[in-house]
């Protein structure tokens, strides 16, 4: 049978679409069948609260959400992110980058199984919903894996190509560019892409060039992250890693730099020259001491920057807002000017040029026609008040889990978080809520899905360490031995059942030191 399409009114609010010189305004937003089909502006600036409008029968509204006045902006997109290396969060630290890389990383992976990926794509996901993340920029191998975790959850992903010579194909890289970009999976997107110009023969990067010209598509990559990187191909190039690239016809197209933190007056000009864009991870690059990217630069000559976290294992954490501040942050003690990226260019960088990286002009602001792809932001909680600027307020937090009392139109009372994220998808509605409680963090994610309510619990393992000498599934199990004195282990039970008042998902993170380590095991 043919899915009913959602209708949904969020009022009430204070919505900032993100459209060039459009403040913040009070209104409501109506989304039919996933996209924004009318942003309505109050009639009074002095207006807290917009009535609700007097419908014809036809115009009843399947869900209506009152904001509070809240914030409705867009989602944050993750534009660099390796979401499955979640298992090796505080794994090798304390390491310079290429050692860390070759003697501690590329080991541990080699031993993931296509499930482990599935599972720790869906953790990572779980940690972007906390900060307001919709979609990210994902790099790294299974991608089948990973595409069914970002779609059982309603998550949007663009996959990049990851291919290099130990690993990945040109065959492979086209498949997977029909699979995600060309065939009908609204949720999923692909982009050409390879690992680093140092894993990478001169022959596989002439054949990525091809590929990407014979699509006319963009190229991205890992470049210029640290100095030795750099000097190391002028020695075997007489290049810099951007200009030798550009020399093999890589970025004919265009394309997107993940760091750029080492760069000449020449690599500037190549990329406004290819319109090559830059995603800065400035908390990566802080844990392995690669440097500080000049972002400032990048923005005086018009050369779009947009923002990543990079994977969990050079950053620790996923969480959009640590990354804003340290944007402006930096720049600001780099150049000793206090005036050095302000909050609203950081905010623009984190969603309307995220989604310029990842190819998604479909969700870069809140306009009719657009996916509905945004979030709320609890302006009650201390650490957004007083409401003087709120994207300075927005940019200048940190993700900190404070809480206050709600009851949802069901009566059942909950707590809530700095950030209530609502998406609306293509193909259904979400709606995912953070939650805080006694016993931890949640996400409880309410939506029109595939059919059936599933319930899955999951935070990160605790305890172990991981060698070459036993498999990933040895590790995970010692990982969840060793959580069961702890006050958090990994739970992945699961059950399907359907409720004929509700079709969704919900999601709920929890503290389970009272768990047993074998239903911690649980694979949904």
Request: proline letters at 3%.
């Amino acid at each position: 049978s043919r899915r009913k399409r959602m209708r949904t009114r969020i009022y009430n609010a204070r919505i900032l679409t993100m459209e060039e010189k459009r403040p913040v305004f009070k209104g409501e937003i109506y989304i039919d069948g996933g996209k924004i089909f009318r942003i309505k502006e109050a009639k009074t600036e002095k207006s807290e609260r917009t009535e609700k409008p007097a419908l014809n029968e036809e115009e009843k509204w399947d869900e209506e959400i009152d904001a509070e006045g809240n914030l409705i902006m867009p989602g944050f997109k993750n534009a660099h992110t390796h979401s499955a290396m979640t298992f090796l969060r505080s794994y090798a630290d304390d390491m310079k980058l290429q050692e860390w890389l070759f003697d501690k990383v590329f080991p541990a992976e080699a031993k993931l199984t296509s499930d482990d990926v599935y599972h720790l794509t869906k953790l990572a996901i779980l940690e972007y919903l906390t900060s307001g993340i919709t979609a990210a920029f994902d790099m790294y191998k299974l991608k089948q894996d990973s595409a069914k975790a970002a779609e059982e959850l309603g998550f949007r992903m663009v996959f990049c190509g990851d291919i290099n010579d130990f690993g990945g194909t040109l065959e492979e890289m086209e498949q997977d560019y029909f699979r995600y970009q060309c065939e009908e999976t609204p949720l999923l997107s692909y982009q050409f892409g390879f690992h680093a110009e140092y894993t990478t023969s001169r022959n596989l990067m002439e054949g990525i060039a091809q590929l990407a010209g014979k699509y006319k598509k963009p190229v991205y990559v890992h470049c210029s992250e640290t100095k030795r990187e750099v000097e190391e191909c002028r020695e075997k190039t007489g290049m810099t890693p951007i200009a030798y690239m550009d020399s093999l016809g890589l970025f004919e197209n265009g394309g997107g730099l993940f760091h750029g933190v080492h760069l000449d007056e020449a690599d500037f000009d190549i990329m406004k020259k290819k319109k090559i864009c830059v995603v800065t991870n400035p908390a990566s690059n802080l844990k392995l001491a690669s440097g500080i990217a000049p972002v400032k630069t990048y923005l005086e000559k018009g050369i779009p920057v947009a923002i990543g976290t990079d994977g969990p294992a050079s950053n620790n954490c996923l969480d959009m807002f640590k990354e804003m501040f340290l944007v402006t942050g930096l720049q600001k003690v780099v150049h000793n000017d206090p005036e050095a990226v302000p909050a609203a260019d950081v905010l623009k960088m984190a969603t309307v040029n995220g989604a310029y990286a990842m190819g998604l002009d479909n969700c870069d602001i809140l306009a009719e026609g657009k996916y509905a792809d945004l979030i709320m932001i609890d302006l009650m909680q201390p650490n957004m008040q007083p409401i003087q600027n709120i994207e300075k307020n927005v940019v200048g937090k940190f993700n900190v889990p404070s809480v206050q009392k709600k009851s949802s139109k069901k009566g059942v009372t909950i707590l809530i978080t700095v950030i209530v994220t609502v998406l609306i998808m293509t193909g259904g509605f979400f709606a995912y809520s953070v939650l805080t409680g006694s016993k931890g963090l949640s996400v409880k994610v309410e939506g029109n899905t595939s059919g059936n309510m599933y319930e899955q619990q999951a935070t990160n393992p605790a305890g172990g360490d991981y060698t070459s000498d036993y498999t990933f599934d040895q590790y995970y199990n010692d990982l969840v031995k060793n959580a069961v004195n702890s006050t958090t282990t990994t739970n992945n039970t699961a059950k399907n059942y359907t409720d004929k008042n509700f079709d969704g998902i919900i999601i709920d993170t929890k503290s389970s030191g009272e768990k047993s380590a074998q239903s911690a095991y649980e694979k949904v």
